[in-house]
């Protein structure tokens, strides 16, 4: 059974930073696509960023994918060994504000689009940025 648990989100003043957390059990995480997906309130599931399983166990993770809104504040990388995945969200605007979550497979190609649903998913973490 896959499940995700994800965790680090809360409430931070715009311009702040955050790192969420994501634990993944159930499935090969070592060779297994990644991606952060949000939804804001009163909206659809948004594509955040996506990383690729990389080389192995042993490997820190491959290429990265940003969607444009977030790129070069946002950093995701993952840990194969511990079956993890991370998103380092910094300089955090107001129009951050969703719950985040993390789930298997590269969804880069909804950019733009929303999201019906996901294949799979956590509970999410709550981000909100607000003075």
């Known amino acids: 059974e896959v499940q995700l648990v994800e965790s680090g989100g809360g409430l931070v003043q715009p311009g702040g930073s955050l790192r969420l957390s994501c634990a993944a059990s159930?499935?090969?995480?070592?060779?297994?696509?990644m991606s952060w997906v949000r939804q804001a309130p009163g909206k659809g599931l948004e594509w955040v960023s996506s990383i690729n399983s990389g080389g192995g166990i042993n490997s820190g993770g491959g290429d990265t994918r940003y969607t444009d809104s977030v790129e070069g504040r946002f950093t995701i990388s993952r840990d194969n060994l511990k079956n993890r995945l991370y998103l380092r969200m910094n300089s955090l605007k107001p129009e951050d504000t969703a719950v985040y979550y993390c789930?298997?497979?590269?969804?880069?190609?909804?950019?733009?689009?929303?999201?019906?649903?996901?294949?799979?998913r956590g509970q999410g973490t709550q981000v909100t940025v607000s003075s």
């Open positions: 789930t298997p497979r590269d969804y880069s190609g909804y950019e733009g689009q929303v999201i019906d649903d996901l294949d799979y």
């Open positions: 159930g499935f090969t995480f070592s060779s297994t696509a």
